[in-house]
């Protein structure tokens, strides 16, 4: 009896242990599909992911201006500005930002950047204003490395400019040697 009931015991455990496997594989797929759908219905939530270049197209007049800038301002190593670095990077609310399209240097002790941006109706000098300040705070980081004066002093010659409709912000990579005031006006039909 005593090995009967072992034997029972122990198919009672393979059972269970088979019902648990079984159900750790649904609950993670589902799991899986709920995180899915949850970052789905997150991202249709928030408004930063509506100003997307990938997802709602950077505007015509955006695009444009990052390609002309970017024939002056050749970035190495590209690193695409995403709707998570408008917000966290740049401190740009989301409701401020139609449209928008950048790309920074990726490498180190490069500060290079070219970004154009499509403000909301009526914000395009808070755009401005918060480029600024994205500005102050990357002259005073670039300050911090003696090896980063060549990227210091090109954050600190940024060209941010725009106007209702446009609002770009320019930082020279350090091979950059055109004249990027030509090209930021040339851009904005100054």
């Known amino acids: 009896m005593n090995i ?11 059972a ?23 970052a789905a219905s997150q991202s249709a939530s928030e408004p930063a992911a509506s100003v997307s ?6 505007s015509d007049a955006v695009a444009s201006a990052v390609d002309a800038l970017l024939e002056a301002d050749p970035i ?15 401190g740009l609310k989301a409701d401020d930002v139609t449209s928008y ?14 970004l154009a941006i ?15 300040t994205y500005q102050q705070d990357q002259v005073a980081f670039y300050g911090n490395y003696a090896e980063f004066a ?11 400019d725009g106007g209702d409709d446009l609002v770009v912000m320019v930082i020279a ?9 030509s090209a930021v006006k040339d851009v904005l039909g100054k």
């Open 118 to 132: 499509q403000p909301a109706a009526g914000k395009a000098q808070d755009v401005m204003d918060t480029l600024k």
């Open 76 to 90: 190495s190593n590209q690193f695409e500005i995403t709707a998570m670095n408008i917000e966290y990077d740049f």
């Open 173 to 181: 990579s350090n091979d950059c040697s055109s004249d990027l005031t």
């Open 101 to 114: 399209k950048g790309l920074k240097s990726n490498d180190n002790g490069d500060a290079g950047l070219v």
């Open 16 to 38: 269970a242990g088979c019902v648990l496997l079984a159900g750790c594989g649904g609950s993670a797929s589902s799991a899986s599909s709920s995180a899915s759908s949850g």
């Open 4 to 14: 009967r009931l072992k034997l029972v015991l122990s198919a009672a455990a393979l």
């Open 150 to 160: 060549q990227a210091q002093s090109n954050v600190e010659n940024a060209i941010i």
């Open 53 to 58: 270049a990938e997802e709602n197209g950077a």
